[in-house]
């Protein structure tokens, strides 16, 4: 099956820094990576997704850029802001048809960020 | 659009009984809905995939006789923990797709429900 890891497991920066996180995957028939941000006892929001068909996605502070042949991907945030505080989580999927579309979550990483 | 709901947000139990939590998807219908299993400081674990009209399919290691998954209508499923125990204290989220042509790759998330054993 799919193994999502994401690193790192936490990360601190300072108010209008950039911050990144990286996930690897093992499945190469994978082709679907959404990230999702968490707050505590919150469900998780997707706050952009890349399919495999690209390389890169931006949506203003946020970017995801994926490379197929090493397969990792990774999520960048600029100019973070306070509020971009929480867990953030990388995924994997098949996606397409009844039968796929299940998500393996990377581990998942803290993100603070100080004023 | 694309909203989806869970039945209770939290429950408390005693050792022993049973719980049925609901996930229903509010405006679309979804064939297909995953149930996920969180534990404190951790990530989210795929529990089952609930198809409407036949079996779910179960992860590695879930028990499927303790874990009843009933995906009964297009915009209904219920997962009933049976006979818990304290263990089986964990947040609960469900996620549904969308059925017909909208994004066959986006899951959408029910808000979750914290169950506790006492």
């Known amino acids: 099956g799919e193994n999502v890891e994401q690193h790192p497991s936490t990360l601190s920066v300072q108010e209008g820094d950039s911050a990144v996180i990286k996930c690897t995957y093992s499945?190469?028939?994978?082709?679907?990576f959404p990230w999702y941000k968490q707050e505590l006892g919150k469900r998780p929001q997707l706050i952009i997704d890349?399919?495999?068909?690209?390389g890169e996605k931006k949506d203003q502070r946020i970017a995801v850029t994926l490379n197929k042949t090493a397969k990792h991907f990774s999520l960048h945030i600029t100019e973070t802001q306070p509020e971009d505080s929480a867990v953030y989580f990388c995924?994997?999927?098949?996606?397409?048809?009844?039968?796929?579309?299940?998500?393996?979550f990377g581990q998942g990483t803290i993100l603070t960020v100080h004023p | 659009g694309a909203v989806v709901s869970q039945h209770p947000s939290w429950v408390i139990c005693k050792s022993g009984t049973s719980v049925k939590i609901e996930c229903r998807s509010l405006?679309?219908?979804?064939?297909?809905m995953f149930w996920y299993r969180q534990f404190p400081k951790q990530s989210l674990m795929l529990m089952a995939t609930?198809?409407?009209?036949?079996?779910?399919?179960?992860e590695q290691g879930v028990e499927k006789d303790k874990f009843l998954i009933n995906h009964a209508s297009l915009t209904l499923s219920t997962l009933t923990v049976t006979s818990a125990h304290p263990e089986d204290s964990s947040f609960y989220i469900c996620?549904?797709?969308?059925?017909?042509?909208?994004?066959?790759?986006?899951?959408?998330f029910g808000p979750g429900t914290r169950l506790t054993v006492t």
């Open positions: 609930s198809n409407e009209g036949s079996k779910a399919t179960y």
């Open positions: 996620s549904a797709k969308l059925l017909e042509t909208g994004d066959f790759y986006e899951q959408y």
């Open positions: 405006d679309f219908q979804a064939t297909t």
């Open positions: 995924a994997a999927s098949r996606g397409g048809g009844t039968s796929y579309g299940k998500l393996t």
């Open positions: 499945d190469s028939a994978s082709n679907y």
């Open positions: 890349i399919r495999s068909n690209v």
